[in-house]
């Protein structure tokens, strides 16, 4: 399937939601995307034991004298500059450093500011001729949850790019209409409902929504740099879905 040989590392928090996530996206690679088991990664492992030496470890265990395709997906929080797998802080100037330049690789951050991550790799020399990263924000903002996954799947089971702008959770919400008839003097909250208070200082409780629409919450806006990489990850349809 893959005219280079592909490894991929998958990095989780110290959340259950991060490790729930990145094992899900591990069965992704593995059962969807045909990246065998013996080339995949993840840090921590079941057993929740991982630590910054265990992504090392993968880096300096790639096959030498060739070159290779690496793919690295995070999910965890961030900071401006920082990432922290298992709970341990690393800084992405640091992390960068790991990669090889011969090789190509595609990062996939899911973290708060991941914006952040791209500087250090464009010092490195490393963005944007040899790999591609998609992170979930801006360096100055932050994501929410698995949304940037959650996105980006859809496109990779597609084989489409990923172009993304802004990106959130949809959530639906009541659209309160009013009795236009009545003279109110102000609206309020009592009780969990918005209630009418009308001029004689009677209050009566607001009509029930007849109508609802979605709006986007938890609003982010993806950064995409580098080559465009995505393919690295596209859903094969020879691999048998488990």
């Given at each position: 399937?893959?005219?280079?040989?592909?490894?991929?590392?998958?990095?989780?928090?110290?959340?259950?939601?991060?490790?729930?996530?990145?094992?899900?996206?591990?069965?992704f690679v593995r059962d969807r995307v045909g990246i065998?088991?013996?080339?995949?990664?993840?840090?921590?492992?079941?057993?929740?034991?991982?630590?910054?030496?265990?992504?090392?470890?993968?880096?300096?265990?790639?096959p030498k004298f060739r070159s290779l395709d690496v793919v690295v997906i995070y999910q965890g929080h961030g900071l401006p500059d920082y990432f922290f797998p298992n709970g341990q802080i690393y800084a992405y100037e640091d992390f960068a450093?790991?990669?090889?330049?011969?090789?190509?690789?595609l990062f996939i951050n899911a973290a708060c500011y991941s914006g952040s991550c791209v500087t250090p790799f464009e010092r490195a020399g490393l963005i944007p001729n040899h790999g591609q990263i998609i992170t979930?924000?801006?360096?100055?903002?932050?994501?929410?949850?698995?949304?940037?996954?959650?996105?980006?799947?859809?496109?990779?089971i597609k084989g489409k790019p990923y172009q993304r702008k802004v990106i959130g959770r949809w959530v639906e919400t009541d659209v309160?209409?009013?009795?236009?008839?009545?003279?109110?003097?102000?609206?309020?909250?009592r009780d969990g409902r918005e209630i009418e208070i009308i001029n004689d200082g009677r209050w009566i409780m607001?009509?029930?929504?007849?109508?609802?629409?979605k709006e986007l919450t938890g609003k982010s806006h993806p950064v995409i740099a580098g080559m465009s990489l995505e393919d690295l990850l596209f859903v094969n349809p020879g691999v048998n879905v488990v």
């Open positions: 399937m893959f005219a280079r040989p592909v490894y991929a590392l998958l990095i989780s928090g110290n959340e259950s939601p991060h490790y729930q996530a990145t094992e899900r996206m591990a069965k065998p088991q013996q080339r995949i990664k993840v840090v921590p492992a079941s057993g929740r034991e991982g630590s910054l030496a265990d992504i090392k470890s993968f880096f300096d265990n790639l450093k790991l990669f090889r330049g011969g090789d190509r690789f979930a924000s801006r360096q100055v903002e932050k994501a929410y949850g698995d949304i940037l996954i959650n996105s980006l799947t859809p496109s990779l309160i209409e009013f009795n236009p008839k009545v003279e109110i003097a102000r609206r309020e909250m607001a009509p029930n929504p007849k109508r609802t629409k």
